[in-house]
């Protein structure tokens, strides 16, 4: 049982470039969420899929694109990275966000636009 | 996050002392709020959390309150250890998205002096 599994673990990009972020939970949770964190500002949300086949905006979306592929997966996607992407993102996912439950996160992903 | 304030930003204690972090909301419908630790260069791991039908929660050496009237819960840490020293976000249910995500406080740097 491994939980959540992010991929890649460290990234650097070159600005413009493209990359998909990957995860994966195997505690069949209906929830997952992808989050960013900077230093000093906590974790903001930029994406949430509150159940399979349906994905919305968090607080932060501006140049993030989202795939909930099936109950297991969702990945998110810098079309075009800027060096303001530079952070470390973190993958969650939970049994239900409607009902009171824990958030299990993913190891994170060290991403550096450069 | 949009609806959760958390302070101090930093806080210096000796060991054996206690902490105590405080957060508030704005979000009188919110029911449930979570506390996270994150050690360095790992992921948040809930250490705690509280629904709104309860005032106070212990567990060992670490407690959550809560008052519903003044819209703030806080943790508390007795007896405080080396191995308590990491980041602590608190969390509440993000009224932007319906409360189906959560929103987190933008974390408290504790370190424990030996």
């Known amino acids: 049982n491994a939980g959540v599994t992010q991929t890649p673990k460290f990234q650097v990009l070159k600005t413009g470039q493209s990359m998909t972020l990957q995860c994966a939970q195997d505690m069949n949770h209906n929830s997952m969420y992808w989050y960013r964190q900077d230093p000093g500002m906590g974790l903001r949300l930029i994406y949430y899929s509150a159940s399979e086949g349906t994905t919305d905006k968090g607080e932060v979306p501006n140049g993030y694109n989202v795939s909930r592929l099936n109950k297991r997966e969702f990945s998110l996607r810098l079309e075009s990275a800027a060096p303001s992407q530079t952070s470390v993102y973190f993958c969650?996912?939970?049994?239900?966000?409607?009902?009171?439950?824990?958030?299990?996160f993913g190891q994170g992903t060290r991403l550096t636009v450069v | 996050g949009e609806n959760v304030e958390q302070h101090p930003s930093t806080l210096s204690v000796q060991e054996g002392d206690s902490a105590v972090i405080k957060c508030t909301y704005s979000d009188s419908a919110s029911n449930y709020f979570p506390w996270y630790k994150q050690e360095l260069g790992k992921r948040p791991q809930l250490i705690i959390d509280?629904?709104?039908?309860?005032g106070e929660k212990k567990d060992q050496r670490i407690a959550v309150t809560l008052n519903k009237t003044a819209k703030h819960f806080s943790l508390h840490i007795t007896e405080t250890q080396p191995e308590d020293s990491a980041v602590y976000f608190c969390a509440g249910p993000s009224r932007d998205t319906g409360r189906r995500a959560l929103t987190f406080g933008s974390g408290t740097r504790l370190q424990v002096q030996p």
């Open positions: 509280i629904r709104s039908n309860v």
């Open positions: 969650a996912s939970r049994e239900d966000g409607s009902m009171n439950t824990e958030a299990f």
